[in-house]
């Protein structure tokens, strides 16, 4: 039996959109139990480009996809692989389109195994102990691993083994609740209390000062992409410079999609 091929990779810049599973696991599928548990994380990277492969924020997941494409599925036409980054604005069959999907990719990975979370504090990372601190449109960084899906050959899976809360962003409110915000400015609206638990109390450290920031390491067709090679993290994101807007990311200078990756069209 051929060994499975993994291909590892980092994205940075994410927003951490699904954290139900992220320290509860999952232990059913389609209502149906599993034989193993199932960590689960979901990110969504705003749109630039046409196409996820053109993405720069996804370039070393693009380079790992090319590798594994390369070693394990070119025997595939590359239009019937089902990669595990979705386009938040094409709707799912049977479900009404959510707001925060739209502009967005979407990615979602697992784990059988516990998912190592850690948050920047002033450019250190560390274990994530207190997760009032972190919420749902926050800026993360993972690692993850790509493989063929053993139950589908023509499928591509994402393994995510780590998670390393970087800054703070924007609250999103998943299906049709309302942000925690949002919540504040109705019971101010209603008159009620606001003051919070026993009138005060010591605030929250929060993210901590700006993290310092990570060289560069110039992958091939990727042009000034900021990004470390798995073989200098095994997975473990590196402290980074978080976003210094939350409208977007500008492409870095001489960005080009890698060369030889099969077109979608």
Same mark, same amino acid.
């Given at each position: 039996?051929?060994?499975?091929?993994?291909?590892?990779?980092?994205?940075?810049?994410?927003?951490?959109?699904?954290?139900?599973?992220?320290?509860?696991?999952?232990?059913?599928?389609?209502?149906?139990?599993?034989?193993?548990?199932?960590?689960?994380?979901?990110?969504?990277?705003?749109?630039?480009?046409?196409?996820?492969?053109?993405?720069?924020?996804?370039?070393?997941?693009?380079?790992?996809?090319?590798?594994?494409?390369?070693?394990?599925?070119?025997?595939?036409?590359?239009?019937?692989?089902?990669?595990?980054?979705?386009?938040?604005?094409?709707?799912?069959?049977?479900?009404?389109?959510?707001?925060?999907?739209?502009?967005?990719?979407?990615?979602?990975?697992?784990?059988?195994?516990?998912?190592?979370?850690?948050?920047?504090?002033?450019?250190?990372?560390?274990?994530?102990?207190?997760?009032?601190?972190?919420?749902?449109?926050?800026?993360?960084?993972? &690692?993850?691993?790509?493989?063929?899906?053993?139950?589908?050959?023509?499928?591509?899976?994402?393994?995510?083994?780590?998670?390393?809360?970087?800054?703070?962003?924007?609250?999103?409110?998943?299906?049709?609740?309302?942000?925690?915000?949002?919540?504040?400015?109705?019971?101010?609206?209603?008159?009620?209390?606001?003051?919070?638990?026993?009138?005060? &109390?010591?605030?929250?450290?929060?993210?901590?000062?700006?993290?310092?920031?990570?060289?560069?390491?110039?992958?091939?067709?990727?042009?000034?992409?900021?990004?470390?090679?798995?073989?200098?993290?095994?997975?473990?994101?590196?402290?980074?410079?978080?976003?210094?807007?939350?409208?977007?990311?500008?492409?870095?200078?001489?960005?080009?999609?890698?060369?030889?990756?099969?077109?979608?069209?």
């Amino acid at each position: 039996m051929a060994q499975r091929v993994y291909k590892q990779a980092t994205i940075f810049n994410a927003r951490m959109l699904g954290m139900r599973n992220l320290w509860e696991p999952s232990r059913e599928y389609m209502g149906k139990p599993t034989e193993k548990p199932n960590y689960l994380v979901t990110v969504i990277i705003p749109k630039t480009r046409a196409n996820w492969f053109e993405e720069p924020v996804l370039g070393d997941y693009t380079k790992a996809a090319q590798e594994l494409y390369t070693a394990a599925m070119s025997h595939t036409p590359f239009p019937q692989i089902g990669w595990p980054v979705k386009d938040g604005d094409i709707t799912d069959p049977g479900r009404a389109q959510a707001e925060w999907r739209k502009g967005m990719w979407v990615l979602t990975g697992s784990s059988t195994s516990p998912i190592t979370v850690t948050i920047n504090q002033n450019g250190v990372p560390v274990p994530l102990m207190n997760r009032a601190q972190v919420k749902p449109g926050d800026y993360v960084a993972i &690692g993850i691993a790509l493989a063929v899906n053993s139950n589908n050959p023509r499928a591509v899976k994402c393994y995510c083994n780590n998670v390393m809360f970087m800054a703070p962003g924007e609250e999103i409110a998943i299906g049709n609740s309302v942000s925690a915000a949002e919540l504040m400015e109705q019971a101010k609206a209603q008159g009620l209390n606001v003051t919070g638990y026993g009138g005060g &109390g010591a605030p929250q450290q929060g993210f901590g000062g700006p993290p310092a920031q990570s060289p560069a390491a110039g992958f091939p067709g990727f042009g000034q992409t900021t990004v470390l090679p798995p073989s200098q993290m095994g997975f473990a994101p590196p402290p980074v410079q978080p976003p210094a807007q939350q409208g977007g990311f500008a492409s870095p200078p001489n960005f080009a999609a890698p060369q030889g990756f099969p077109s979608r069209q």
